[in-house]
């Protein structure tokens, strides 16, 4: 009798994947994707990471998959989706309530792609004894949009996200470095054509070109990871954007085949986070904020940023109601807040 062979490695590993919530799945060579480093290069040299010093700190290893692990051979790629059900861009009309990027309206997708991915590694280590794995999502030196393009989960738009045909740009991005040879994905191959839609939508003109980002004018940066005043010129383009963005990814049509039942459940909108009051943001102190925003990436910018940037939108929202809650943040113990205060106060009719 003869045994009945079993489905390669690379194909188990994927049915794997998918049961652990990875609706995307690509395999790159180690060495794929060489232009990236060179790219990334250019981009710290210019200056356009603003002041994330640790994207420059660890360039060598964050360029390439062999300059952080010399021994890896394969990148697995894994993509989970957020899809949002309703209109991201929705809200735009209601300057009384503060805008939350969709991805961080549910929990944190660093613990739950994390510990999908380490589901998925141990399995691949227990079926290939011997092989060794390292599991990265977001805050490692490791460029995840170019991986996964080169793993074929999809490529980066315009907009330089990973864009998918299935789930449009609505994609968190993990890989798992692994020193065994796997078999790799077709690359993905870019469909954005003639296409500038996401160009066209930024409110700050943070594209220099297409396919490149200056994260000094995006108000994801802005919002999230820049510490201090934010530039007086950048402010109005902020509009009621309290925490990152959404507009070039919202307006991509390849948008049009995300399913929101692809979505992982986890990624859910906390109904609190869908359409806050900008008035209940600007009364948080930091035991309000840890509150409110515990189990969410947004407890990482901590309260100082949430206010000041509450006090922004405050500040594009034409109503007067804010001024007295304005006047009480004018005096705020953190400069930042102190500061926006009185910028919206300037900005807002008597
Ligand atoms: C730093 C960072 C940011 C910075 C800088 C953004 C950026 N575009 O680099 C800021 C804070 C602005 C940011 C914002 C956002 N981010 Co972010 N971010 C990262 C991080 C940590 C590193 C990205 C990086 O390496 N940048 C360096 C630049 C040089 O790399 P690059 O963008 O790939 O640059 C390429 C292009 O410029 C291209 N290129 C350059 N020249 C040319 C010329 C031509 C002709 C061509 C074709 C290409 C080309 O080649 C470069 C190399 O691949 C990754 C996580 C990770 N570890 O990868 C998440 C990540 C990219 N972010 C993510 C998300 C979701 C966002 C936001 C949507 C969040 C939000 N809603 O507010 C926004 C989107 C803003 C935008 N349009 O990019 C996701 C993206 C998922 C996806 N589907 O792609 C990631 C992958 C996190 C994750 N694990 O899911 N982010
Ligand atoms: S996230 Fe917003 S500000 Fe940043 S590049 Fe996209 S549209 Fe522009
Ligand atoms: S909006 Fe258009 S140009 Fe931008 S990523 Fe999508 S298809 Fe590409």
Redesign the pocket.
Known sequence: MVAEALPALEDRLEAVARAHGFVAFGIADASA?P??AE??N???AEG??GD?IW?ESRAAQ?GSPKGLWPEVRSVIAL?MSYAPAQDPLALAEHPDRGRI????QGGD?HDV?KRAMKAVARWLVAEAPGAEVKV???????????L?AAAGL?W?GK??????REHG??????AIYTTLELAPSNPGR?RCGSCSA?QDACPTQ??P?????D?RR????LT??HNGPIPLDLRRGIGNRV????D??AVCPWNKFAETAHAHRAFLPRAELVAPSLADLLALDDAGFRQVFAGSPIKRIGRGRMVRNAAIAAGNSGDAGFRPVLERLAEDDTPMVAEAARWALDELPL
């Open positions: 994707a232009q990236t790219r990334l250019q981009w710290l356009r990471h994330m994207m964050r993509g990027s969709v991805y961080a997708y792609v990265f999502v977001d805050t490692a030196p490791v460029m995840e949009k170019p996964s999809g980066q907009h330089s996200n990973l864009v998918s740009s609505w994609l968190f991005l993990g870019d996401c943070a594209f070109a297409p396919y490149q980002v994260a995006c108000i994801s940066y999230i990871e925490y990152g963005c959404d070039c990814l």
